[in-house]
């Protein structure tokens, strides 16, 4: 297995030993197994669609007694976040309450304005993808990394006809370093699953170079696509990735490891 | 900001938002200019500054001028370029024009009216617009359809 199954969870560090998890799939579960309490954890949802908070349930220091867990997302008007996390933990979907777990828990509603958790400087706008959804640029060191994980950059219009600011998330990704996006179809599949929310492939791609990406992550595989598949979208992705100045296309795997600087 | 449940919490207004300087349109007026552009009605769309920020095909027909040409314009000179009139021929005062109702007073309108459009030609439109909000106190602008009407010959 080379690129992995679990849902989508990214985690970063700064040398200043900031932690910072995007998302809360899956792959979360193996990363609070491996974490040392030495602080606050700060988790980052893009939205609460289930493969992005699946793991959440599993996720080890929400259950140690004294650590300090914020979980941040999207806002909502009928709703507080926590309320709306509340749901998955409570029977008949999970044994136990939310208000079981041992951690001290916060919640908040990600702000409109820049904010900054242990020096790394964090926008979130929301994107173009059923519910609400965010994508989060973070910036820390002069480095920068944008994370839009679920995207559908647009619908039913060329992005090429497209000033930028008109672009959903072109303000999060512009000239990051890193971007990991969305990369679920192929422009084939594509075609049948308009306003899914989520990219093709030459989507992915022509929204990374339109922000003008140092690299590209092709992220968010089709939970049905093999390896071999995957490795075809990245051989598509770069095919189409016309930016010698810029790293070409890869995917993200279980595992991985970036180090900007 | 982010106290997002119900309450008394003040209007926002969110213009163009900037991620370290770069601009970047509310996902709102994004996906409402996506569904104009799909729209074989008339419609145009203003932000929360009440700048003209996008109108259709099927708009340029009416307004007489193509969005390409035309280009987005601000809020003080846009209304201005058509020249509005109630039905009985008297001017139209911008104010009473239903796409500024709905910006400055926050709520939808309807109102049938002549409008000479940037071609000079004028024509009998009808138009309902409606104010766009993100969330109850997140204003992010408006959206309006209109429709040239036949016009009536007097008996």
């Known amino acids: 297995m080379r690129y992995g199954g679990n849902t989508p969870c990214v985690e970063v560090r700064t040398d200043e030993g900031t932690l910072l998890i995007l998302d809360a799939g899956t792959g979360i579960k193996r990363l609070g197994a491996d974490l040392e309490p030495d602080g606050p954890v700060h988790v980052l949802l893009t939205h609460l669609h289930l493969d992005h908070v699946e793991g959440l349930r599993f996720f080890a220091p929400l259950w140690r007694p004294g650590a300090e867990v914020h979980i941040w997302g999207p806002p909502s008007p009928l709703h507080t976040l926590e309320e709306r996390i509340a749901r998955a933990f409570s029977p008949p979907l999970f044994p136990l309450e939310l208000a079981d777990t041992a951690a001290h828990v916060t919640f908040h509603d990600v702000p409109h304005e820049t904010w900054e958790i ?24 002069g480095s920068s990394f944008a994370y839009i994980p679920d995207h559908e950059p647009v619908l039913g219009v060329e992005m090429a006809a497209l000033e930028p600011e008109w672009i959903s998330g072109h303000g999060l990704a512009a000239r990051v370093d890193v971007l990991f996006h969305d990369c679920q179809f192929s422009e084939a599949e ?72 | 900001m982010g106290e997002g449940v119900g309450g008394q919490a003040q ?16 996902l709102a007026l994004i996906l409402a200019r996506e569904l104009a552009s799909q729209l074989a009605t008339a419609a145009f769309i203003a932000d929360a500054t009440g700048g003209l920020v ?64 940037l071609d000079g030609q004028r024509r009998l ?22 429709w040239q009407e036949p016009e009536q010959d007097d008996a």
């Open chain 1, 118 to 141: 242990g020096g790394v400087r964090i926008d979130a706008h929301s994107v173009s993808h059923p519910g609400p959804t965010l994508g989060y640029r973070l910036s820390a060191n």
């Open chain 2, 11 to 26: 209007e926002t207004v969110l213009g163009l938002r900037r991620v370290e300087g770069r601009p970047q349109k509310h």
């Open chain 2, 125 to 146: 439109v009808s138009i309902t617009a409606a104010p766009l909000f993100s969330s109850p106190t997140e204003f992010v602008g408006m959206i309006a359809l209109f």
């Open chain 2, 54 to 117: 996008f109108f259709n095909e099927p708009a340029e027909e009416i307004l007489g001028r193509t969005f390409a040409e035309a280009g987005p314009m601000p809020a003080e000179g846009w209304a201005s370029q058509f020249s509005l009139a109630d039905l009985d021929g008297s001017p139209l005062p911008m104010e009473r024009m239903p796409a500024s109702v709905a910006l400055m007073e926050r709520r939808p309108a309807h109102g049938q009216l002549w409008m000479t459009g």
């Open chain 1, 190 to 261: 594509y075609t049948s699953r308009v306003g899914w929310g989520h990219s093709s492939v030459a989507h992915a791609v022509e929204f990374a170079r339109r922000s003008e990406v140092g690299q590209l992550v092709l992220f968010h595989h089709d939970p049905d696509r093999s390896d071999d598949g995957v490795d075809g979208l990245v051989e598509r992705a770069q095919e189409l990735w016309d930016d010698a100045s810029a790293e070409p296309p890869v995917a993200a795997c279980e595992g991985m490891t970036l180090e900007l600087t």
